[in-house]
């Protein structure tokens, strides 16, 4: 490990994460341009989430990355990332990430980790691979309306 390239690893995820809220202060998925993003992404960049989630599967390239966040905003209603801690070596960077989130559904609000694996090669993110601690409870109160539970 170097001192560097944790730096720069971080460096680049941490202002993508600020440009992510401004991203979603301006709107969000179809209303606000995603070219607030797309600098800190490599243009073929790989996003996998699991795919017992809505949102599930493998979104690749910009195009890739805003279809998967239109989805991520019909699934939620509220998505915040309550506090967040960093561990980069080399080109890999770890990031927890504690979030609350309501469904839109109208299940309660939900409080949980996520784990990320994120590559990062030559100041951009080419591979991301997020992992939830519980993905059957997440899915549940993103499927059901409150009612029915």
Do not use: K, N
Request: proline content about 7%; hydrophobic content about 45%; aromatic content about 12%.
């Amino acid at each position: 490990m170097t001192y560097s390239s944790m730096t720069d690893s971080v460096a680049v995820l941490t202002a993508m994460y600020r440009a992510e809220a401004e991203y979603l202060a301006a709107g969000g998925p179809g209303e606000a341009p995603f070219a607030l993003l797309a600098p800190y992404f490599a243009p073929d960049v790989v996003l996998h989430q699991a795919e017992a989630l809505p949102y599930g599967g493998t979104w690749r390239g910009h195009a890739g990355l805003e279809r998967f966040f239109l989805a991520m905003s019909r699934t939620w209603e509220s998505f915040d990332m309550a506090e967040q801690e960093f561990l980069a070596t080399g080109e890999t960077a770890v990031v927890l990430t504690r979030v609350r989130a309501r469904p839109r559904t109208g299940s309660p609000e939900l409080a949980f980790p996520i784990l990320q694996t994120i590559t990062v090669r030559d100041g951009r993110i080419t591979e991301v691979h997020p992992f939830y601690w519980d993905t059957a409870a997440i899915a549940a109160a993103c499927a059901a309306p409150a009612q029915d539970r």
